[in-house]
């Protein structure tokens, strides 16, 4: 378990794998909001959001999916997000309605205040 885990009681979680060949089933058909990261292999703020990454889809495991996209691996999806940069993280309500888009990277604080006053916050009550 990683300083935030030990910190904020959360156990790591691999991202789901996004390309451009299930992205439309993952994200616009996904009933829980989610939190899509494109990143480049060559990145080291990537490299760096990674770890962050894994703590937060430990933490809301049931109440969102956290996925990964590489970005040369999914041109088509990456040119219709109309991504310039990596990492950008993209958070959508349900059924892949983009909430907010993100470029460059920021710390475990600043993805938990999106998720928790813009994602849970608004979604729909079962």
């Known amino acids: 378990m990683g300083l935030f885990g030990k910190l904020f009681g959360t156990t790591k979680k691999q991202p789901i794998s996004i390309n451009d060949a299930n992205f439309h089933q993952e994200i616009n058909q996904s009933e829980l909001p989610v939190v899509l990261d494109v990143w480049g292999s060559n ?8 770890p962050i990454l894994m703590e937060l889809a430990g ?6 999916k956290v996925c990964e996209m590489l970005a040369d691996k999914s041109p088509k999806s990456t040119a219709r997000l109309n991504i310039t940069g990596t990492p950008t993280v993209l958070y959508y309500h349900p059924k892949g309605k983009l909430a907010e888009k993100v470029v460059g990277f920021k710390g475990w604080a600043y993805h938990v205040e999106i998720i928790e006053n813009e994602l849970l916050a608004k979604a729909p009550k079962s």
Request: proline share 7%.
């Open 43 to 50: 990145c080291p703020s990537c490299h760096q959001l990674e």
């Open 59 to 64: 933490k809301y495991d049931g109440k969102l």
